[in-house]
Every structure is written in structure tokens, then in C-alpha cells.
């Protein structure tokens, strides 16, 4: 067994955990991976599809944050992503007062991949308001994540420490 993990442990924690927990053992502090999650929490549920990955990379490149948990952050999300699109312009609409739009996530893949310019002209005005909600949501959204991890990867990176310390 190593420092992080067993190649037995199951998908997830082998996909997920372990190389979050790996970036401890590579000099990233706690407090800089809690902040890393917790950005990658809110810019994986971006609400405009195809834009996570690059919203994440240009957080993490302005912020000073790490890459790889990032991204991995970003793409664990891409269910909530895709169920929260509608539900953030749904929102925006409701906060400006504006009739909500109609349909579901597949009529609108299906209005995109028949006429990718009409849907940009039909939709730039909903997506700017699921933007603006998101917005709204992400603000806490990163308080919390981050106030739920950074326990917790302390305490790992404390634990990993004194491993480290007992074996040297």
C-alpha cells in the first residue's frame, strides 16, 4: 500500500480521491487544494455548455491554482453540469422578471446541432441570465466546499506527515 492509496480501492477514490490527496505529498498545501476544489465545484456547473474546462483552466491559471485537481473537479461534475444549465437560466429569468424559456436540455442539443447561429441569436439572452444565477449560487457555493474540505485535508496531510516522520 502507498502513502495515498491501494490499486484495489474502488474507481472512485482511485480516479478522484487519490490524486487530490497525491498533490499533499507534492507540496501543495491544504488550504490551496481546498480552494482549488472548491473553485472547481462552482466552474464545473458553469451554465453554458462546452465552457467548464476552459472556464476551470482560466481559473486556475489566474488564481494560481492546480491544474490537474481542477480539472478533475470540473469533469466529476458533468452530470450536475447538465442538469443545472436549465435550472440557472431558469433563475436568471425569475430574478429579471423575464418568461421563463421552454423546453429541455434535449430539444435545445437538438435546436444547437440543427442551426448553431439561430440558437446563439434565440439563447445569448437566457444564457447571460443563468451566468448572472450562477454567479449568485457560486459565491456560497465556495464558502462552503471550501469550509467542508479543508478539515478534512488537513487532516489527511497531517496523518501523511506523520507517516512520513514514523518511517524516516
Known amino acids: 500500500m502507498t502513502d495515498v492509496g ?17 498533490q499533499l505529498t507534492q507540496g501543495i498545501s491544504a488550504d490551496k487544494l481546498a480552494w482549488t476544489i472548491a473553485i472547481g465545484c462552482a466552474a464545473g456547473i458553469f451554465p453554458v455548455m462546452g465552457t467548464t474546462s476552459i472556464v476551470c483552466f482560466f481559473a486556475a491559471a489566474y488564481l494560481r491554482l492546480n491544474q490537474p485537481v481542477i480539472q478533475v473537479v470540473c469533469h466529476t461534475l458533468w452530470a450536475a453540469h447538465l442538469a443545472l444549465i436549465l435550472p440557472f437560466i431558469k433563475m436568471g429569468q425569475w430574478i429579471q422578471g423575464d418568461q421563463p424559456i421552454e423546453g429541455s436540455i434535449p430539444t435545445l442539443l437538438k435546436e444547437f446541432f440543427t442551426s448553431p447561429w439561430q440558437f446563439a441569436q434565440d439563447y445569448w439572452l ?40 514514523a518511517t524516516a
Not at 491501494?6 to 487530490?20: A, E, N, Q, T, V
Not at 449568485?136 to 497531517?158: D, G, K
Request: hydrophobic content about 55%.
Open 126 to 165: 437566457p444564457a447571460l441570465q443563468g451566468i448572472f444565477a450562477w454567479f449568485l449560487v457560486s459565491i456560497p457555493l465556495i464558502i462552503i466546499v471550501r469550509s467542508i474540505t479543508l478539515p478534512f485535508l488537513r487532516a489527511a496531510a497531517s496523518r501523511m506527515e506523520r507517516k512520513k516522520t
Open 6 to 22: 491501494d490499486s484495489r480501492d474502488p474507481w472512485w477514490k482511485r480516479w478522484f480521491i487519490h490524486p487530490i490527496l497525491k
